[in-house]
């Protein structure tokens, strides 16, 4: 299984500034994800980063309000744009097995709040 | 489309009884299901997954889960609760067919009462 680090790991940010979130993995994985954790809810995909390629936004987000990157294999980046305390959520990536695997492993998260 | 249902936000149970959560999902195509489990302030953990073999599946921390399609379930059991099995628990689906894309249910908060 991959192991998946996540900084930063908590943030408190002001509304109207961004913040990047970094997710690195430990081996080079062709599929990693970002999902997004409201408080006392359950996981909502935002995208689907592939290296080489732009980031596939799920309904209802879109790239002005969070650019992702993926320059390489093994690490991803979240931007949370222009933030408003809607936002205030946890953050999680995650990357796929590989092969014909379909599960995900998952970061530890990065718990954001925006006053 | 694919749809993940987790009866009961919230499951109380005695230390040392049986623990059951529920999971119905709904899926177009054979799916791959999967348990995830969530610490408090963590990341998800994955339990268990079944893949199309066998379908009784085993996991970690002595969970299984017995994929049953005709009832489009799959319902995750320990025998026997512990405390620190208190977290919150979510089932997830992944349709295949090149779709790598989880769809979580909206998860169970499991509660071991001493």
């Known amino acids: 299984s991959a192991v998946i680090s996540q900084k930063p790991s908590r943030d408190i940010c002001q509304r109207g500034t961004s913040l990047t979130i970094q997710c690195q993995v430990d081996?080079?994985?062709?599929?990693m994800f970002w999902y997004r954790q409201q408080p006392g809810q359950s996981l909502t995909l935002i995208a689907t980063a592939n290296q080489g390629s732009e980031a596939t936004y799920e309904s209802g987000f879109v790239i002005d309000k969070f650019p992702i990157s993926r320059p390489n294999l093994t690490f991803s980046t979240l931007t949370v744009s222009n933030m408003s305390p809607e936002d205030s959520s946890i953050y999680l990536c995650?990357?796929?097995?590989?092969?014909?695997?379909?599960?995900?492993?998952f970061g530890p998260g990065t718990r954001l709040t925006v006053l | 489309a694919q749809s993940v249902t987790q009866l009961g936000s919230h499951v109380s149970v005695s230390e040392g009884a049986l623990v059951l959560l529920r999971c119905n999902y709904s899926s177009s195509v054979p799916p791959y299901l999967f348990w995830y489990v969530q610490y408090p302030n963590q990341g998800l953990q994955l339990l268990l997954k079944?893949?199309?073999?066998?379908?009784l599946v085993k996991g970690i921390n002595g969970f299984e889960a017995e994929f049953k399609k005709s009832e489009t379930s799959f319902h995750l059991t320990k025998p026997s609760a512990h405390m620190s099995d208190a977290a919150e628990y979510f089932c997830?689906?992944?349709?295949?067919?090149?779709?790598?894309?989880?769809?979580f249910g909206k998860g169970t908060k499991l509660s071991v009462i001493p």
């Open positions: 995650s990357s796929r097995a590989g092969g014909l695997n379909h599960e995900q492993f």
């Open positions: 997830a689906v992944s349709s295949g067919a090149g779709s790598y894309q989880l769809t």
């Open positions: 079944y893949t199309s073999a066998a379908t």
């Open positions: 081996s080079q994985v062709t599929m």
